[in-house]
């Protein structure tokens, strides 16, 4: 009886606040909407998009669109390129970033405080700031066109967003760890590797995620660096399938491109939309 | 700590080394290019010809740049309000008790996460084609004229872009402004309620006033998006490289430094200085925003 009593409350409740169901709700009935529209038109022909019939499916469900996006369009090559940046940027600013961010967080010395403004300047500098000398860096030890560069400055990119990021972790935990170690005679660096890392492992997961999204989405330095399409990642491969399709005209093959693209980061972000979600309300700092 | 000193330098190295070349270099040599005259990104120092305040002189006569800034401020105050005012009012009705709250987070934070090139190709296609895109089959639906607007091409364009580019931002700036709201303790709205203040007032006496220091955050990270604005102008532009109505500074420092098809017009040291231009706003326009917002409570 109590029960029933505090559902019809808060049903009353919400029924008050039907305007604010009704404005967010339109808003994300929107989104959803792109988003199945897109697949369905990844699904169907061309002349069924042109007449706008993308969600009758009249002549049935073509696969086919995405086995010609996949190899005709060439975007296998920049998915796997993608992967490769992403995951080699989220180790690589992990392993310089974590140590970093360990004794920055934890130790007092001279320069500490310079070195954390320094990330700080780094984050919101625009990229136009730094390209050009990098573009003539690369040029003189003749490494554009390659993988290798790309990685290199995306990990550098990285750096400052990580290592600020983490340093919010490792300055909240307990000294008692690193005291209790210290008595039993384990040696600083074997302390952060052993025992301090593992516990900052839920910061390392979030940012670690947010750095993989920022690259696999990366557009500016991919289209300068990247200048064959055997090293482009999946954003300017895109806008290159975009650019051929005026001539092929085929749109089903475009659409199950654009899908092929974001899948993998939506899929990631609604398996860890918590994770994610309180990474950005909690810090603040881009995702 | 004195015996950990080897610790220090040994871990701290490798995070400095990457940030000397990536950014500490860059931005040194950057500054240092805009005051010479350099054709090519890649010259050789010796070749460089100092020619003092010359770039930003030609610079600032250069019709196209001047639009571009033009373009550029139009996204800051029309996209900033809008992007503001939307992403507040639903991180107000979203912490107010909303059943499925989680749901709408999640989905209204979606185009964040997608791949700007495919989020763009969506809108243009799926909401802005003239031929079977969502607009144009809702007002046929009402037999209205409307149907037959091209939202790409002429004066449009540049309000369609905006409106795109600010529908994907508003999900990011209302989980910041929820994180703020949710940091503030319930016992003022309590006490607000039992003095008879009503859910608006107690929004507007309470809330906003409280989140000056969330909304500062906010205004400085919507300022450095808005100077990275990019691939949404080349998008709307394709199959050009790019177009007068949805140029940013940055896609005019591309187009010139790095050339495009049928422009062999190419001068790097005047992109440096659109660099650092644009780095110059940025600054001052954090300075303002530190000036006019005093922040004495909630920081995020």
Known sequence: MKKQKASTLEARKQLRMLPGHLVVGLWCLFTIGMLAWIVAASLSTSPEIMRGEALKFATGFHFENYINAWTANNISVFFVNSLLYASCTMVGSLAISAPAAYVLGRYVFKGNKLVRNGFITAMSLPQIMIILPLFSLATQASLTGSKFVLIFIYIGMQVPYTTTFLISFFSSLSSVYEEAAAIDGCPPMKTFWKIMLPLAQPGIVTVGIFNFMNIWNEYFLSLIFASSEKNMSVGPGLKSVLTAMQYTGDWGGLFAAVVIVFLPTLVLFLCLSKTIISGITAGGVKG | ?300
Request: net charge positive.
């Open chain 2, 1 to 300: 700590m004195k015996k950990d000193k080897k610790m220090i330098v040994c871990f701290l190295t490798p995070a400095l080394f990457m940030f000397s070349v990536i950014f500490l270099y860059p931005v040194l040599r950057t500054i240092a290019m805009s005051f010479f005259q350099v054709e090519g990104v890649s010259d050789a120092f010796s070749t460089w010809k100092f020619t003092g305040l010359d770039n930003y002189i030609t610079l600032l006569q250069t019709p196209i740049f001047l639009d571009s800034m033009k373009n550029m401020l139009k996204i800051w105050v029309y996209g900033g309000i809008a992007v503001m005012l939307v992403s507040l009012l639903f991180a107000a009705i979203l912490t107010n008790g909303l059943a499925g709250k989680t749901f709408y987070k999640t989905v209204i934070y979606i185009p964040n996460i997608i791949n700007a090139v495919a989020m763009s190709t969506m809108w243009i296609t799926a909401i802005f084609n003239k031929r079977f895109g969502f607009l144009h089959n809702f007002f046929a639906l009402f037999n209205s004229d409307l149907a037959k607007t091209d939202y790409m091409s002429g004066s449009i364009k540049f309000w369609s872009l905006l409106v795109a580019f600010c529908f994907g931002s508003v999900g990011y700036y209302m989980l910041i402004f929820m994180g703020g709201i949710e940091r503030l303790s319930p016992d003022m709205y309590e006490a607000a309620t039992i003095d008879g203040a009503s859910k608006v007032k107690q929004f507007t006496r309470i809330t906003l006033p409280l989140l000056r220091g969330v909304f500062k955050t906010c205004l400085t990270f919507w300022s450095i998006g808005v100077v990275g604005f990019f691939v949404w102008s080349q998008m709307w532009s394709a199959p050009l490289a790019s177009e007068l109505s949805t140029t940013t500074p940055f896609v005019y420092m591309y187009n010139i430094t790095f050339g495009t098809q049928g422009n062999t017009f190419r001068n790097a040291a005047m992109g440096a200085a659109v660099g650092v231009l644009m780095a110059v706003t940025v600054l001052i326009v954090f300075f303002l925003i530190n000036f006019l917002i005093k922040d004495d409570d909630v920081e995020v």
